[in-house]
């Protein structure tokens, strides 16, 4: 069974400085997909980035960007010039390629932005 | 209107007691999911829709718990002999069906059993 950890339950950031946040993964799968969800007050989950597993190359969308370490087994994210509405629990998830379309999500990281 | 919606937003009941959460998911995603969140926990995977059929219902964690998707669209949760335990934020995701495709998520319900 696949299994996603994130070791960081808080953290904060001034606003626009960088922050890191961690997540690691447990598979024997070859190909698979990772994801970085959001999740405001409101409770709705919103897609922040997304990688294929066969791209060596890390995804980028905007301000947010990932460090993709297959072998390690590592999946950061990465926040830069940080904003106040990025005060928010952050979920990395995990989904196999080819089997049953459910995300196995880690428990999460509660960010705040500071002013 | 184009987000997934659900209802009700909040629901409280007493132990014992049947519900049903509804799932209206994006028009003409053909994939529908159910998740199950605990309070300080990531969502945890229920049951899984393709069209009218469950294609994986692996999460369901007991026989009170039940899903339908009769017409491929609209989808609703069943909880019968509610518990306490079953409190939590119940997610509803809905995708159009492809391969390893976005899920997008509604805003969920706030399920309280007293």
């Known amino acids: 069974a696949q299994t996603v950890t994130q070791s960081q339950p808080e953290m904060s950031v001034q606003e626009a400085e960088t922050v890191t946040l961690s997540c690691t993964y447990d598979?024997?799968?070859?190909?698979?997909?990772l994801f970085w969800y959001k999740q405001p007050p409101s409770r709705q989950m919103i897609l922040v980035i997304r990688?294929?597993?066969?791209?060596?190359q890390n995804a980028t969308e905007n301000r947010f960007s990932v460090n993709f370490q297959k072998a390690a087994k590592s999946f950061s994210l990465k926040i830069s010039d940080s904003q106040l509405g990025d005060t928010a629990m952050y979920f990395c998830?995990?989904?196999?390629?080819?089997?049953?379309?459910?995300?196995?999500f880690g428990k999460g990281t509660k960010l705040t932005v500071n002013p | 209107g184009a987000g997934v919606s659900q209802t009700p937003s909040n629901k409280v009941t007493e132990k014992g007691k049947y519900v049903e959460l509804r799932c209206d998911p994006i028009?003409?995603?053909?994939?529908l999911y159910w998740y199950r969140q605990s309070l300080g926990q990531g969502p945890e995977f229920l049951i899984y829709?393709?069209?009218?059929?469950?294609?994986?219902d692996s999460g369901l964690p007991n026989d009170r718990f039940f899903a339908v998707r009769p017409e491929g669209s609209v989808s609703t949760l069943k909880i019968q002999r509610t518990e306490r335990g079953d409190s939590a934020v119940y997610l509803c995701?809905?995708?159009?069906?492809?391969?390893?495709?976005?899920?997008?998520f509604g805003p969920g319900t706030r399920l309280t059993v007293l």
């Open positions: 598979t024997s799968e070859s190909n698979y997909y």
């Open positions: 028009s003409g995603h053909t994939a």
């Open positions: 829709f393709q069209g009218t059929g469950a294609a994986d």
């Open positions: 995701a809905s995708s159009n069906g492809l391969a390893q495709d976005t899920q997008y």
């Open positions: 990688q294929e597993a066969y791209k060596q």
């Open positions: 998830a995990f989904m196999t390629q080819g089997g049953s379309e459910k995300l196995v």
